[in-house]
């Protein structure tokens, strides 16, 4: 078993045309991902060849469904096209659709986020600004190193995506059941707590590692749910213990006010559910390692 994504799962690639997403989706299909075509309006009716495989491009995302059955897409926009790219996605209602585009202004995610809710999420954002989901030895929809790590018995959701790549990497024997980057933007889809209840759900996945980073409340929200909800096992790791308050990081979403928002915060919220916090993503890794020993 894995979430959201499968070795059935059939993927379509919007800008699949682009330098990144014949790139990526080059990379995709040596990773073992089904990629049944392309979308590109101004390109429709092409054939491309990638990694030795002929793929039709679609005018559209619909068309694109009709035509393959695809159930993901894997968005490589350009930010000022993002937009309208998921918009079509949605209006399509492909089940998944994963937006890797970095730099979305964030009413135009806002706007695709309200359109997915308003239209009866039928579709499941992942992103934006995120390495995409990986389920090792499945399938692989996004830009998530296929050859880090193999199919095992973890789940890991992060903000991050080098520390994903780091947290997959250091525990490559154990292996994982899926791998989900929910990105760092304010505005995401696909949250910590989609992500552990798809976790706790999945009969084959015995620990979850959980990435989270400094400013807004997620990590927060996550705990109460932990504490709640997740029987299984959870290591946690928070970025940012360095980070001095007030200053704006790397990732847009990560602003700390006052305390709140803080890793210290976050730590103290997920440790009190019960969820082991590593200092770095090697302690983490290594808490990981001993909760999967004693299930073994």
């Known amino acids: 078993m894995s979430i959201f994504l499968n070795a059935d799962s059939k993927i379509i690639v919007q800008g699949i045309t682009g330098s990144e997403g014949t790139k990526h989706a080059t990379k995709m299909l040596a990773a073992g991902s089904t990629i049944v075509g392309g979308v590109n309006a101004r390109k429709a009716g ?9 793929l039709t491009v679609f005018g559209t995302v619909e068309e694109a469904i009709k035509d393959t059955g695809a159930d993901v897409s894997v968005i490589f926009v350009p930010p000022k096209f993002a937009k309208d790219a998921v918009i079509e996605a949605i209006d399509a209602e492909i089940p998944l659709a994963v937006v890797i585009t970095e730099g979305i202004p964030v009413h135009d995610s806002a706007y695709f986020w309200a359109h997915a809710v308003a239209t009866g999420n039928k579709t499941r954002i992942i992103g934006p600004n995120c390495p995409g989901v990986i389920s090792p ?29 780091q947290m997959m990497y250091e525990l490559r024997d154990i292996g994982f059941s899926t791998a989900v980057g929910i990105g760092g933007d304010p505005i995401i ?104 020993e004693k299930l073994h």
């Open 137 to 165: 030895g499945k399938s692989n929809a996004g830009i998530i190193p296929a050859n880090i790590t193999g199919p095992g018995k973890i789940g890991l959701v992060s903000k991050s995506g080098t520390l994903t790549y």
């Open 189 to 292: 889809g696909t949250t910590h707590i989609d992500a552990l209840q798809a976790f706790q759900a999945d009969p084959d996945t015995e620990v979850i590692v959980m990435i989270g980073e400094i400013g807004g409340d997620a990590e927060e929200r996550a705990a109460a749910y932990i504490q709640a909800n997740v029987t299984k096992p959870v290591v946690g790791y928070v970025a940012g213990f360095t980070a001095p308050e007030g200053k704006t990081m790397g990732h847009a979403g990560a602003i700390v006010s006052g305390s709140a928002g803080t890793a210290q915060a976050k730590k103290e919220a997920l440790e009190a559910a019960g969820v082991k916090v590593g200092k770095t993503p090697s302690e983490t890794a290594a808490l990981a390692r001993e909760l999967y």
């Open 46 to 54: 092409q054939k491309v060849t990638i990694g030795g495989k002929d």
